[in-house]
């Protein structure tokens, strides 16, 4: 059974740094690319970053470009975001999530095959 699992959030302030890690179990993910989306409260769910595992290949949201560092631990089977320079509007729950696809295209599309449960991430001013 997959399992995505997430820690690593909590409340921190404007200009400051959070790392969120997701280790990923059940399963060989080296076909696959991950990826972190966020979700503020009242809001649509939002692509962050995405990691292909096989080639590393990156790709960002805009909004987090310069700031945010997706990265990977293949022995480990964990995938981070290190988030830094965090602003107010930063402030949501972040998903780690999972599948068959490109960095790119998980961004486009938006959905995924495999999804954590959560960690939430605020940021006061």
């Known amino acids: 059974q997959v399992q995505l699992v997430e820690s690593g959030g909590g409340l921190v302030q404007a200009g400051g740094s959070l790392r969120l890690s997701c280790a990923a179990s059940?399963?060989?993910?080296?076909?696959?690319?991950m990826g972190w989306f966020r979700q503020a409260s009242g809001k649509e769910r939002e692509f962050v970053a995405a990691?292909?595992?096989?080639?590393?290949?990156?790709y960002y949201v805009d909004s987090v470009k310069g700031r945010f560092t997706i990265s990977r631990d293949n022995a480990k089977n964990t995938v981070y975001l290190q988030m830094n320079i965090l602003k107010p509007e930063d402030t949501a729950v972040y998903y780690c999530a999972a599948d068959e696809t490109t960095a790119r295209t998980m961004a486009v599309v938006n959905v995924a095959q495999y999804w954590g449960k959560g960690t939430l991430v605020t940021v006061s001013s």
């Open positions: 990691i292909s595992w096989s080639t590393g290949s990156t």
């Open positions: 059940g399963r060989t993910f080296s076909s696959y690319t």
